[in-house]
């Protein structure tokens, strides 16, 4: 009989996700769960499923890459983004923002909501065409939904009633879509954090709620590679459960919880 190993190997065959880089124990009993609620026996039955149909092989991506995503997801967090890193930004960089404007990396992005908040909260400080930011997701089809940038009424409760009302247009009974100037600062793409090259030059990177999920040494690669691609002064913005411990060997200074400078 197949154990998890074999299965996870066989995984990044069909898929191209390395169930190695997660927590193993936890990932085992996630699998392990979604595998009886299919009424499957065992992992050999399940990979002889997903095989016979590829259709299916969206919706184990979808439970694996744990596709949870919301606007202002954190409050407290994105209010230190907006009273205290805008004002860092604009006086920092503001050669830059004279110039070219700001390069921000969205990683892991989801369905959306995270690179449009953050639009929306820097669209109030800094002209549009100075934003922006290139959002990235392992899923291409929560990318299409990102691309869309249509939500429901529950989706937008968190936003600010001002911020709703100026960013988004109803356009149905239950049909919220983010406007399109807020849309044209945002470019969406498919990447891998755990094997894909990282661009560099970016002046902020939000990595959230992603590395949780992940074993140390894929959190260490990925820390490390985000730090690369910073530039000096430049902010890496994590999770309210991701606290670097070692961001001293990573090449950060914490300015801020959950908020690290690239020195």
Same mark, same amino acid.
């Given at each position: ?6 299965? %996870?190997? #066989? ?67 994105? #209010? ?27 990683? %892991? ?23 922006? @930011? ?11 939904? %990102? ?13 600010? %009633? ?100 690239? @020195?």
């Amino acid at each position: 009989m197949m154990n998890y190993e074999e299965f %996870a190997n #066989e995984i990044y065959k069909i898929t191209g996700i390395d169930l190695g880089c997660y927590k193993e124990n936890q990932m085992k009993r996630r699998m392990d769960a979604f595998i009886i609620r299919h009424e499957y026996s065992s992992y050999e039955e399940y990979l002889c499923y997903i095989r016979e149909n590829n259709d299916r092989i969206s919706e184990l991506k979808d439970y694996i890459t744990i596709n949870v995503s919301e606007f202002f997801r954190d409050k407290q967090q994105w #209010e230190i983004l907006r009273y205290n890193m805008v004002p860092y930004y604009e006086t920092r960089f503001k050669k830059e923002l004279d110039k070219d404007g700001l390069r921000i990396w969205c990683s %892991a992005c989801s369905t959306g909501e995270e690179p449009y908040s953050l639009a929306m909260i820097l669209s109030e400080y800094i002209p549009l065409k100075k934003i922006h @930011i290139y959002a990235t997701d392992i899923d291409e089809k929560v990318l299409e939904t %990102a691309k869309k940038g249509e939500y429901t009424r529950k989706d937008v409760f968190k936003v600010p %009633a001002d911020l709703r009302d100026k960013y988004f247009d109803k356009v149905g009974d239950d049909c919220y879509r983010i406007c399109e100037s807020i849309k044209n600062c945002v470019k969406f793409g498919k990447q891998d954090l755990l094997h894909d090259v990282y661009y560099r030059g970016y002046h902020m990177i939000l990595c959230r709620n992603v590395v949780i999920y992940l074993n140390r040494e894929a959190r260490k690669n990925i820390y490390e590679k985000m730090s690369l691609s910073l530039v000096k002064d430049g902010i890496l913005f994590v999770g309210a459960t991701e606290q670097i411990t070692e961001y001293r060997d990573l090449g950060f200074e914490q300015i801020k919880s959950f908020f690290y400078k690239k @020195i």
